[in-house]
C-alpha cells in the first residue's frame, strides 16, 4: 500500500514532442505529490508538485495531471528540449510527521534533437 | 547558501571497513533524511530525523547508524560495510516531513 509505481522506465521523445510520465498509487492517505527531476551526478531536483485539492497545475512547459478517484497522476512535458533529458521520478507523502517520500523507481527520458 | 553539502563525494571502500558519510545543512530544516539510490530501484530511504535528537529507520536500515546531534548535520555511519551497500547516498533535507525537499550531490560508494 506503500508503493508508488511509475512508468515507462524509459522514454524516448523528439524534441518539440509531448513527454508523458505516469504513476500510480494506493494509499489514499497521502496528500502531497511531487516530481524530482534528476541529472548524471547530481541529486534529484523538485520540479513541480500538487495537493490533491486540485486536477492540475502547471508551471511553464511542465504540468502535473491528478486523478483523485483514479489514484493516478502523470507529468507532461510540453515541447521536449534536449535539456530535458534526465530521469524522473514521482514520490507521495501523507505530510503528517511520518510523512516521508515514497519514490517511484524513475523514468530515464531521452529528447532527440 | 551552501543547501545540502554531502562529503566526500567518492568513497572506495574493503569489505568489513566502517565509515561515516557526513551531511550537513544550512537552510534550518527540521527533517533530514538519508536515501541510497540503486539502478532501476529508485531512492528507497535508510533513516530519517523530524529533529536533533530524534531519528528513525525507513525503509532500508539495516546495517546503517545515524545520530542527529545539531540541527545542521545529519551523519550516516556504515558500521561494517558490506557488497550489498555500493550504491549512490543522497542526503536531503526539508522544513518538516512531507515539505519540498532539497537534495545533496550524493556520495558514490563502492565496496569491494
Known amino acids: 500500500q506503500q508503493q508508488v509505481k511509475q512508468s515507462p522506465q524509459s522514454l524516448i521523445v523528439q524534441k518539440g514532442g509531448i513527454s508523458i510520465i505516469n504513476c500510480a498509487y494506493e494509499n489514499t492517505a497521502f496528500d502531497y505529490f511531487p516530481w524530482y527531476q534528476q541529472f548524471p551526478g547530481k541529486g534529484p531536483a523538485l520540479l513541480i508538485a500538487i495537493r490533491p485539492d486540485v486536477s492540475e497545475k502547471k508551471e511553464g512547459r511542465f504540468t502535473i495531471s491528478f486523478n483523485k478517484s483514479a489514484k493516478q497522476f502523470s507529468l507532461h512535458i510540453m515541447d521536449s528540449q534536449p535539456g530535458d533529458s534526465a530521469t524522473y521520478f514521482c514520490?507521495?507523502?501523507?505530510?503528517?510527521?511520518?510523512?516521508?517520500?515514497?519514490f517511484g523507481k524513475g523514468t530515464k527520458l531521452s529528447v532527440k534533437p | 547558501n551552501a543547501g545540502v553539502t554531502q562529503t566526500p563525494k567518492f568513497q572506495v571502500l574493503k569489505t568489513g571497513q566502517s565509515m561515516t558519510l557526513q551531511c550537513a545543512q544550512d537552510m534550518n530544516h527540521e527533517y533530514m533524511s538519508w536515501y541510497r539510490q540503486d539502478p532501476g530501484m529508485g531512492l528507497r530511504l535508510i533513516h530519517y530525523s523530524v529533529g536533533a535528537g530524534i531519528t528513525d529507520q525507513g525503509e532500508v536500515p539495516n546495517g546503517y547508524n545515524v545520530s542527529r546531534s545539531t540541527t545542521e548535520d545529519f551523519p550516516l555511519r556504515l558500521l561494517s560495510a558490506a557488497p550489498s551497500q555500493t550504491s549512490v547516498y543522497f542526503c536531503a533535507s526539508s522544513y518538516r516531513p512531507g515539505q519540498p525537499q532539497h537534495f545533496g550531490d550524493g556520495t558514490r560508494l563502492s565496496i569491494l
Open positions: 514520490a507521495a507523502s501523507n505530510g503528517g510527521s511520518q510523512g516521508n517520500l515514497i
